[in-house]
């Protein structure tokens, strides 16, 4: 009896240490995931491509926004600016919880950037997971 309990909490424990290794796994592959929506984003955005942008952004944004009103938005947002010169990640973190928005898997990331009108902005971004793909909902430009 001694020796079965034994087994059974190796067993246990492994199966604690496999699952701990799979959910660093998925954070690690949520935080790529996360990042790679910006980069992908910030590529049009630093293009002025609005409607690309428009096109890649998340499925709640478009529910919430007309496309030209999200265009008009942005581009005023972002051409004062003029030519990004440095962007900096400073933050990915997992956002446990978003007002006005359903539940679902969130990631705020921030970046330091340096633009060729303002030494110093910053770019923060809410991506929203939709089935296994990361989108940007949400942008600003401080």
Not at 15 to 26: H, K, P, S, V, W
């Amino acid at each position: 009896m001694h020796k079965i309990c034994k087994i059974s909490f190796l067993i246990f424990i492994t199966l604690i240490l496999i699952n701990g290794c799979a959910t660093l796994e998925q954070r690690r592959m949520d935080k790529e995931g996360a990042l790679d929506a910006t980069r992908t984003w910030f590529k049009y955005l630093d293009e002025l491509n609005y409607e690309k942008l428009w096109e890649i952004s998340s499925d709640l944004r478009k529910l919430a926004t007309k496309k030209e009103d999200f265009v008009r938005a942005t581009r005023s947002m972002r051409e004062p600016m003029g030519k990004m010169l440095e962007r900096n990640l400073q933050v990915n973190d997992k956002a446990a919880f978003i007002q006005y928005y359903p539940d679902g898997e969130y990631r705020r990331i921030v970046y330091w950037s340096k633009y060729e009108k303002k030494d110093f902005a910053r770019e923060y971004l809410l991506v929203v997971k939709e089935g296994e793909q990361w989108r940007v909902l949400e942008y600003l430009l401080l």
